[in-house]
Nanobody
Framework: QVQLVESGGGLVQAGGSLRLSCAAS????????MGWYRQAPGKQRELVAA???????NYAKSVKGRFTISRDNAKNTVYLQMNSLKPEDTAVYYC???????????????????????WGKGTLVTVSS
């Protein structure tokens, strides 16, 4: 079983910064991509930023130039540095891990299991005007 634990959310004034972290734990062999999604009240969940194991990144247009995603593959951790925050960035931010390969041991043989996607429970970011 894999768990994603987010941290770093909170209340900040417009123009301020926050850094979110998400650590994946469990019998992880590798993770293809990790990313952040957000969901504001009354709106659908949307992609904020994602990063592959090779370091390729993808950002929503609304956060390009303000947010930076990074990743520590050795620690299975992804970060989101958020600068120049705006009230419209207020949302619950969810960590996502796509293509998580885990391992299982049986009779001394390690097996890599098929990949599964996982979600964190979310961390609230509130930006006041």
């Amino acid at each position: 079983q894999v768990q994603l634990v987010e941290s770093g959310g909170g209340l900040v004034q417009a123009g301020g910064s926050l850094r979110l972290s998400c650590a994946a734990s469990g019998s992880i062999f590798s993770i293809n991509a990790m990313g952040w999604y957000r969901q504001a009240p009354g709106k659908q969940r949307e992609l904020v930023a994602a990063i592959t194991s090779g370091g390729s990144t993808n950002y929503a247009k609304s956060v390009k130039g303000r947010f930076t995603i990074s990743r520590d593959n050795a620690k299975n951790t992804v970060y989101l540095q958020m600068n120049s925050l705006k009230p419209e960035d207020t949302a619950v931010y969810y960590c996502n891990a796509q293509g998580v390969f885990t391992t299982a041991q049986a009779m001394g043989v390690m097996t890599v299991l098929p990949p599964i996607d996982y979600w964190g429970k979310g961390t609230l970011v509130t930006v006041s005007s």
